[in-house]
């Protein structure tokens, strides 16, 4: 089984990130032949800062390799060190037809943020689709945002097997329940676009800041509190023991604890369950060498993979 997934440098990883897509990708990592990659082509669709998208590449790999992805099981690389992508991208873009790029959320919800209307935006799945077939892809784990380019990625491929015969493998998504979405310090979902983040490994002052300022109602210390909703208790979910999550569950709904005592129980439960990773993360930043060696050998891998599926391409498409 083939397992391939990528993330933006658009930021840090956060909270969402890592347990809403990261999490799950370093778990398959023992299940089969995974493909894990940093979106800097993506990325240019809304990064304008060129040593921002360097740092945040550089960035998100390393907290990649401190959360346990392990570079002999899976292949982690940079977008674009895959030189034959946006040559891929443009073969899908001549069988893709307007109308299914037109009708994707994602480009919509983008506009309607009030993004700028560049080709590259529109043209953002099927640059999707480009990563996920050069690697004759099984599985794809992504977060709920993305099934609907999943849908694209297989109509793409479709197309493309009616033209020219049995060129690409049809990819399956594996999509996270609905409900694992990570809240915000504001309650919203947790988003790099929302300003309501908290990144994997802030060091401790910054990180004492952003969960005592978790927004909160205006309920007394002695009433109980509503848990349908909270995003202490949606961040405490993930990160505390069953029991303990229990425990913070139950002490809401009896009263008598205030809003700050409970976010102090969660700022030492995600300081303790990152403790590990920020001690491995200390070492691979101590080691940018390191780091760039992994990436170019993952390139390396990653290109050899991606050869011989272009090379059917070519000349099933009459380039060679
Ligand atoms: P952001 O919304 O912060 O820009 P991305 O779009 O870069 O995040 O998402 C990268 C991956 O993390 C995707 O697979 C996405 O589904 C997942 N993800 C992002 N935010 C959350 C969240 N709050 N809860 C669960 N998964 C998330
Ligand atoms: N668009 C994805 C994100 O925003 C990153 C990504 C690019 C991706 N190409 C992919 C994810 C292919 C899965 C498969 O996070």
């Known amino acids: 089984m083939r397992i391939l997934s990528g993330i933006q440098p658009t930021g840090l990883p956060h909270l969402g990130n890592y347990f809403g897509m990261m999490r799950a990708a370093i778990e398959l990592q023992e299940k089969g032949e995974a493909f894990y990659f940093i979106a800097d082509l993506h990325a240019l669709t809304t990064v304008r800062d060129p040593e921002a998208l360097r740092r945040n590449s550089r960035e998100v790999a390393i907290d990649f390799l401190a959360c346990g992805l392990d570079p002999a099981k899976a292949c982690l690389f940079r977008q674009s060190d895959i030189t034959c992508i946006p040559e891929l991208a443009w073969i899908l873009s001549t069988v893709t037809p307007m109308g299914l790029l037109e009708r994707c959320h994602s480009y919509k919800d983008k506009l309607a943020k009030g993004l700028h209307a560049s080709l590259g935006l529109f043209?953002?799945?099927?640059?999707?689709?480009?990563?996920?077939?050069?690697?004759?892809?099984?599985?794809?784990?992504?977060?709920?945002?993305?099934?609907?380019?999943?849908?694209?990625?297989?109509?793409?491929?479709?197309?493309?097997?009616?033209?020219?015969?049995?060129?690409?493998?049809?990819?399956?998504?594996?999509?996270?329940?609905?409900?694992?979405?990570?809240?915000?310090?504001?309650?919203?979902?947790?988003?790099?676009?929302?300003?309501?983040?908290?990144?994997?490994?802030?060091?401790?002052?910054?990180?004492?800041?952003?969960?005592?300022?978790?927004?909160?109602?205006?309920?007394?210390?002695?009433?109980?509190?509503?848990?349908?909703?909270?995003?202490?208790?949606?961040?405490?979910?993930?990160?505390?023991?069953?029991?303990?999550?229990?425990?913070?569950?139950?002490?809401?709904?009896?009263?008598?604890?205030?809003?700050?005592?409970?976010?102090?129980?969660?700022?030492?439960?995600?300081?303790?369950?990152?403790?590990?990773?920020?001690?491995?993360?200390?070492?691979?930043?101590?080691d940018p060498a390191e780091v760039d060696r992994i990436l170019k050998q993952g390139g390396e891998r990653a290109s050899e993979i991606a050869a011989p599926v272009m090379e059917r391409l070519r000349k099933a498409v009459g380039l060679r």
């Open 123 to 286: 043209s953002y799945p099927v640059l999707m689709a480009a990563d996920i077939l050069a690697y004759d892809s099984d599985v794809v784990p992504v977060g709920k945002d993305h099934k609907q380019h999943l849908e694209v990625t297989r109509d793409i491929a479709v197309k493309i097997n009616e033209l020219y015969g049995e060129i690409f493998k049809l990819p399956e998504a594996m999509i996270r329940d609905e409900s694992a979405a990570i809240p915000g310090t504001d309650g919203a979902k947790m988003s790099k676009s929302y300003g309501n983040t908290v990144e994997l490994f802030l060091e401790e002052r910054a990180l004492k800041k952003k969960i005592m300022g978790i927004q909160t109602d205006s309920t007394p210390v002695e009433s109980p509190k509503p848990i349908e909703g909270s995003a202490i208790l949606g961040i405490y979910k993930h990160v505390a023991s069953p029991a303990d999550y229990a425990t913070m569950e139950a002490d809401f709904l009896a009263g008598g604890k205030g809003y700050g005592d409970f976010k102090k129980s969660l700022l030492s439960a995600v300081r303790d369950y990152f403790a590990p990773m920020r001690e491995r993360r200390e070492q691979f930043s101590s």
